[in-house]
């Protein structure tokens, strides 16, 4: 651990830093839980996506990914729940450098960091452990996709910045503050991840043999099966599936399963997929936008500069 | 399948007759209809080839209708197939030499495995079939069973015993019935196809009805043919229940329908398979989803997925639109929507915390004038008193600075004359007294201190020259000292109450004429300082005196002080000065001086009299003049060209201290100079920005003008790039750099075209003289004479000169210039 210490920066207090908690929730009691976000959408529904692409110009392929917040209180300045912000970019395919053994396929490489304000407890600028593992899962689900035979010899780099990262569970939870959590909430953030890089790879024009779409289900204490779940409102998640599925080849590339799955976890699984196809639906969308784009300024030329600019802001 | 042609086979055999099997068939199944029972086309169908085969049998044959539906069915309809058939099956032949011997062969093939059974022949056709087809078998044994037993037990026998014959002796039953080729290798194909069927991948058209089992289908039967055939007689027990439940409402037809329908389905190998696939059965196999993956991608956007396990999901369109602020920020508005209104309903969708506070709500933030407009109003009020800064510092607009300057001087005059002296002390070679003069003024404006003197005459009198203590205060190499003489200019600034002055001790030796010409072209006036002993004085006046009158006449110099020095030797005596200043007198008017600038003084440097104050000896009381310091005062400078552009001459270059690790020093001819300005060193062509100015009394200053001799404190350049002599412009207006010029000459000596050195200052470079183009009038400038092959001393000329080398030298229209051949000179300007 003292080896992965930044030392460039001067670093916030290694406790993390958080939000402040206001004397009215701890004067009257019961108005912290008033505060507590409820699931007002059906099990099976899912949360809006919003997702654009082209968001860096100066990279081959872009995208942003945005899961909103579904209600917002207006009588308290912390978000009851939180939404999910990730930008991807890819870099590349672009030749390996000269030192890099010889590859005939395409040598992935996926960073996931998290900005170090994108969760309520602090993270550090030094990739941790667990953006690490979320990275690894990533390139699991990529590698599936992206025919990398065609590329040989190169390598491309994809990086997720999580700017705003689902919670593990509510704030006002007591132990949530510890960080540690129960971890479903990197279940969305895999599954966010998934769907921005597959949406960023699109972008950047790499062949691939589908589009991966990331989806998450999970089953809440008294047995019911919701599809992606956000980890503050609920309070009893026992078990939570991420996969990254191929819809129309109806493969799964990448399944996280966690906590107490019980006998039956194709069920679950099952559900991720269904809540992955939502994703489909709307990378779907993008990527007729996309194209669309694409072709409007092979037709008129030099217009994409002017909106390269313009999209920078 | 199987048994129509192995039926048909095993009857080619034996009659060779002309029932051979055509497309014909086939294309009609396809047009048919499939089910599990009969359909109304089927009924038809089957009535009417009844009633067709009736006809064609006549009444030679009995033939029981349920004969005919079956051969028909067997047959698919082709009347003329079952019509043989069936003559065949009722013609008086005996059938018996068949028989047996398919029956045995029947049994070889058929292995001892499954002979036990009673339901061998069901369950044989399992083996060679799929499923389906077994349970049309059964059927079909079935309804024989019930009507007539023995004849189609006959039938089963011939159709069962043709296949495993056809499974072994293929190759021998081909060639030996030719005629039936077609048939065999029908039969051949047909038999391959199911023989493979059970063992590899099975086609999902053939596998249509497994899905209705409960127990899914492992897809092969390899040894667990018991197992089959015991699901095979439970079904065939559960269709037995079914027609007789049946049995008083539907006809015979209606079973055979069901079977037909069932057989049809084999059928449907050459097909389409398209409607076999409308039913639930999975596209995937291996998938254990109930849910079928939606085979086109629109059908998630479009409907709900339909779930049978109760998961219903509702996809509305998950596409947001619309992004939280910072999404809107970072994206940019969508192209369909104009910016202003996408941000402002971003802004409006987050509470700002402190919006809902009252003093927020109350404060009136622009009510008052802004801290600018405090100050702006300040300024304008105290812009009608007279600004004392006018230079401001970094401005490096010439003109404006130039004007300040000139109010400036107007205001202080009496500090700032900014009058530049030269000390210009001639005498023959040495020894004229100049250097002690300059010593003795110094000393006498309490410039050094006594302490200092003391030094230095302590140290000139350990060698034997104590009269040279104060000179050494301008002499300060070891060099100087040694020798005794003035080598290089010496530059020392005083000040008296009403001006200040720096004094360019330049040498008066002839090896250094070089460095008194560079002392020389910065003065504003010179000193001329001889020797007032008789032999000292007559040799001066011939030798180096004479010549640096010319040159200092040459560099413009118009201003003369002639210090009669070393007037202690003669006593004062007035005659002595009368006589020497008749000789200058007549010395400089053939040198063109203007005797009206020209002022005499009577001195004595090494004691001091009459140099800043009145001499005290009673012999000298005859002189009421000024003393030298009084003429000195009562000098007015040259008016210096403040507007044109930045023109300095480096005198020095040195390394200034730990700040300022590059200096130079030298005098600004034209134009001014500030802090921050950039200049440009020619001709090395090399840009410097000016980082401070130090006036040659030690003071800093943010500016400098024509006159002055500055310290520059240079940055953004190299040292290389600055050699004594080289120029500092302005880099907006360079001095080019010329490598040949016309310019008018007064010469001094005889002038020829020839090779001259030119000096510009401290810069020296070689020329050629190529050609003499006119003589002009002195005074009037107009051309006496073209193109002479001489000039006489005394004559002004205009020139043709061509600089060899690479460098040229910077020079202007105006500029002077000395042109010198070994130890003859001549001036003057382009």
């Known amino acids: 651990m003292a080896a992965n210490t930044d030392r460039r920066r001067i670093n916030a207090p290694s406790g993390g830093t958080s939000a402040p908690v206001f004397a009215k929730t701890v004067l009257e009691s019961g108005y912290l839980q008033s505060l507590r976000p409820n699931r007002t959408r059906g099990p099976n529904e899912l949360r809006k996506t919003f997702l654009q692409t082209g968001i860096v110009p100066s990279a081959s392929g872009s995208a942003y990914l945005e899961v909103p917040t579904a209600s917002s209180s207006q009588s308290t300045l912390i978000p009851p729940t939180s939404s999910l912000k990730i930008a991807a970019s890819i870099q590349g395919p672009k030749p390996l450098p000269r030192s890099a053994p010889f590859s005939p396929t395409l040598v992935l490489t996926t960073t996931v960091k998290f900005a170090p304000f994108a969760t309520r407890?602090?993270?550090?600028?030094?990739?941790?452990?667990?953006?690490?593992?979320?990275?690894?899962?990533?390139?699991?689900?990529?590698?599936?996709?992206?025919?990398?035979?065609?590329?040989?010899?190169?390598?491309?780099?994809?990086?997720?910045?999580?700017?705003?990262?689902?919670?593990?569970?509510?704030?006002?939870?007591?132990?949530a503050e510890g960080g540690a959590g129960s971890g479903f909430g990197l279940l969305n953030v895999l599954a966010g991840c998934i769907t921005v890089a597959s949406?960023?790879?699109?972008?950047?024009?790499?062949?691939?043999?589908?589009?991966?779409?990331?989806?998450?289900?999970?089953?809440?204490?008294?047995?019911?099966?919701?599809?992606?779940?956000?980890?503050?409102?609920?309070?009893?998640?026992?078990?939570?599936?991420?996969?990254?599925?191929?819809?129309?080849?109806?493969?799964?590339?990448?399944?996280?399963?966690?906590?107490?799955?019980?006998?039956?976890?194709?069920?679950?699984?099952?559900?991720?997929?269904?809540?992955?196809?939502?994703?489909?639906?709307?990378?779907?969308?993008?990527?007729?936008?996309?194209?669309?784009?694409?072709?409007?300024?092979?037709?008129?030329?030099?217009?994409?500069?002017?909106?390269?600019?313009?999209?920078?802001? | 399948m199987p048994p129509k042609s192995g039926f048909s086979r095993a009857k080619n055999v034996d009659y060779d007759d002309d029932d051979i099997y055509d497309d014909y068939s086939e294309e009609e199944y396809a047009a048919e209809g499939e089910g599990d029972a009969m359909s109304e086309e089927d009924k038809e169908q089957m009535a009417a080839g009844v009633a067709k085969v009736k006809e064609a049998l006549g009444s030679e044959y009995k033939v029981k209708e349920v004969d005919i539906q079956d051969a028909l069915w067997n047959y698919y309809y082709d009347v003329g197939k079952s019509v043989t058939h069936l003559k065949n099956k009722y013609a008086p032949k005996p059938q018996t030499p068949a028989k047996p011997k398919a029956v045995s062969r029947f049994d070889q093939a058929a292995g001892a495995a499954d002979a036990k059974t009673p339901t061998s022949t069901g369950k044989h056709m399992l083996i060679c079939s799929t499923e389906s087809t077994a349970r049309t078998t059964s059927d079909w044994a079935q309804d024989s069973e019930r009507d007539s037993i023995t004849t189609i037990c006959e039938t089963l026998r011939d159709q069962l015993g043709a296949l495993p014959q056809e499974l072994l002796n293929i190759s021998r039953v081909i060639p030996n019935h030719t005629p039936s080729c077609a048939s065999d290798y029908t039969s051949a194909r047909t038999k391959d196809f199911f023989w493979d069927m059970p063992w590899g991948n099975v086609p999902s058209n053939r596998l249509a009805t497994i899905t209705m089992q409960p127990s899914p289908y492992k897809g092969g039967l390899l040894g667990g043919s018991s197992k089959l055939a015991a699901l095979a007689a439970k079904r065939k027990q559960k269709q037995q229940e079914e027609a007789a439940a049946k049995a008083d409402a539907a006809a015979n037809g209606q079973t055979a329908d069901k079977a037909v329908a069932l057989l049809d389905r084999l059928n449907f190998k050459d097909k389409p398979s398209a409607p076999a696939r409308e039913d639930t059965k999975p596209r995937y196999p291996r998938k254990r989803s109930a849910t079928p993956p939606p085979q086109e991608p629109e059908f998630v956007r479009e409907e709900p997925i339909t779930e049978p396990q109760g998961i219903r999901i509702e996809f509305p369109n998950l596409r947001a639109k619309q992004p939280s602020m910072f999404g809107a920020i970072l994206c940019g508005s969508p192209p369909d929507e104009p910016e202003q209104q996408h941000v402002k309903r971003a802004l409006s969708s987050f509470p700002l915390p402190y919006a809902n506070a009252k003093a927020f709500t109350d404060a009136d933030p622009f009510s008052k004038p802004s801290p600018d407009d405090l100050v702006r109003q300040a300024q304008a009020r105290s812009a009608g008193t007279p600004k004392a800064k006018a230079k401001t510092r970094g401005k490096s607009?010439?003109?404006?600075?130039?004007?300040?300057?000139?109010?400036?001087?107007?205001?202080?005059?009496?500090?700032?004359?900014?009058?530049?002296?030269?000390?210009?002390?001639?005498?023959?070679h040495v020894d004229h007294g100049k250097s002690t003069l300059m010593g003795r003024l110094l000393y006498d404006l309490k410039i050094v201190?006594?302490?200092?003197?003391?030094?230095?005459?302590?140290?000139?009198?350990?060698?034997?020259?104590?009269?040279?203590?104060?000179?050494?205060?301008?002499?300060?190499?070891?060099?100087?000292?040694?020798?005794?003489?003035?080598?290089?200019?010496?530059?020392?600034?005083?000040?008296?109450?009403?001006?200040?002055?720096?004094?360019?001790?330049?040498?008066g030796h002839r090896d250094f004429i070089p460095n008194m010409i560079a002392g020389v072209s910065q003065a504003d006036f010179a000193v001329l300082v001889?020797?007032?002993?008789?032999?000292?004085?007559?040799?001066?006046?011939?030798?180096?005196?004479?010549?640096?009158?010319?040159?200092?006449?040459?560099?413009?110099?118009?201003?003369?002080?002639?210090?009669?020095?070393?007037?202690?030797?003669?006593?004062?005596?007035?005659?002595?000065?009368?006589?020497?200043?008749?000789?200058?007198?007549?010395?400089?008017?053939?040198?063109?001086?203007?005797?009206?600038?020209?002022?005499?003084?009577?001195?004595?440097?090494?004691?001091?009299?009459?140099?800043?104050?009145?001499?005290?000896?009673?012999?000298?009381?005859?002189?009421?003049?000024?003393?030298?310091?009084?003429?000195?005062?009562?000098?007015?400078?040259?008016?210096?060209?403040?507007?044109?552009?930045?023109?300095?001459?480096?005198?020095?270059?040195?390394?200034?201290?730990?700040?300022?690790?590059?200096?130079?020093?030298?005098?600004?001819?034209?134009?001014?100079?500030?802090?921050?300005?950039?200049?440009?060193?020619?001709?090395?062509?090399?840009?410097?920005?000016?980082?401070?100015?130090?006036?040659?009394?030690?003071?800093?200053?943010?500016?400098?003008?024509?006159?002055?001799?500055?310290?520059?404190?240079?940055?953004?350049?190299?040292?290389?790039?600055?050699?004594?002599?080289?120029?500092?412009?302005?880099?907006?207006?360079?001095?080019?750099?010329?490598?040949?010029?016309?310019?008018?000459?007064?010469?001094?000596?005889?002038?020829?075209?020839?090779f001259v050195d030119v000096f510009r200052g401290r810069q020296q470079a070689t020329g050629l003289i190529t050609a003499l183009a006119s003589i002009l009038n002195k005074n009037t400038g107009e051309v006496v004479k073209k193109k002479p092959r001489i000039v006489k001393p005394g004559e002004v000329a205009r020139v043709r000169v061509e600089l060899e080398g690479s460098a040229g030298l910077p020079l202007e229209v105006s500029s002077r210039i000395v042109l010198r051949d070994g130890g003859g000179r001549w001036g003057r300007d382009c």
């Open chain 2, 530 to 754: 001889v020797d007032a002993q008789e032999n000292s004085f007559q040799s001066g006046l011939k030798g180096q005196t004479k010549e640096h009158a010319l040159i200092v006449r040459s560099m413009g110099i118009q201003r003369l002080i002639v210090a009669v020095n070393k007037m202690d030797t003669v006593s004062w005596s007035k005659e002595r000065f009368d006589k020497v200043r008749q000789a200058t007198t007549s010395f400089f008017e053939t040198a063109s001086f203007s005797l009206k600038n020209i002022t005499f003084i009577p001195c004595a440097g090494l004691t001091g009299d009459n140099v800043t104050k009145r001499a005290d000896d009673a012999r000298a009381e005859w002189y009421s003049g000024a003393t030298f310091l009084e003429a000195l005062e009562a000098s007015e400078p040259k008016t210096r060209a403040l507007e044109k552009p930045l023109r300095l001459t480096i005198n020095d270059v040195f390394r200034g201290s730990g700040q300022n690790p590059l200096s130079i020093s030298g005098q600004i001819e034209t134009g001014t100079v500030q802090v921050g300005d950039v200049v440009l060193a020619l001709p090395s062509r090399e840009t410097a920005t000016v980082k401070a100015i130090e006036l040659p009394d030690g003071a800093p200053a943010e500016w400098a003008v024509a006159g002055q001799i500055p310290t520059l404190h240079l940055v953004d350049i190299d040292a290389v790039h600055l050699r004594l002599g080289d120029m500092l412009c302005a880099p907006t207006a360079p001095v080019r750099l010329v490598k040949s010029f016309t310019c008018k000459m007064l010469a001094f000596e005889h002038v020829m075209p020839q």
């Open chain 2, 397 to 428: 607009d010439g003109d404006q600075l130039a004007d300040s300057v000139e109010k400036l001087v107007v205001e202080t005059k009496v500090k700032s004359k900014n009058l530049d002296v030269v000390e210009e002390y001639r005498k023959r």
């Open chain 1, 199 to 313: 949406a960023a790879i699109m972008d950047a024009g790499i062949d691939c043999v589908d589009m991966v779409a990331g989806g998450v289900a999970a089953v809440t204490g008294d047995g019911q099966k919701v599809l992606d779940p956000c980890p503050a409102e609920h309070q009893d998640l026992v078990a939570a599936c991420a996969v990254g599925y191929l819809a129309s080849r109806d493969e799964i590339t990448e399944i996280w399963l966690k906590g107490d799955v019980g006998a039956d976890p194709d069920e679950l699984i099952e559900g991720a997929t269904h809540a992955a196809l939502g994703s489909v639906s709307v990378l779907r969308e993008v990527l007729l936008e996309n194209m669309e784009a694409k072709m409007n300024i092979t037709k008129e030329g030099s217009k994409r500069k002017l909106e390269d600019v313009e999209m920078t802001g």
């Open chain 1, 121 to 175: 407890h602090r993270r550090g600028y030094i990739r941790d452990s667990a953006e690490r593992d979320l990275g690894v899962h990533l390139e699991t689900a990529l590698r599936g996709v992206i025919i990398g035979e065609r590329w040989p010899k190169s390598g491309v780099e994809v990086v997720i910045t999580i700017l705003e990262g689902d919670e593990d569970a509510w704030w006002g939870d007591s132990g």
């Open chain 2, 449 to 507: 201190d006594e302490r200092s003197v003391d030094k230095l005459r302590q140290e000139a009198e350990t060698i034997g020259k104590s009269s040279f203590a104060l000179a050494w205060l301008m002499d300060q190499t070891p060099e100087e000292r040694s020798r005794g003489v003035t080598v290089d200019i010496a530059t020392v600034p005083f000040e008296t109450d009403k001006t200040s002055f720096t004094i360019l001790d330049a040498p």
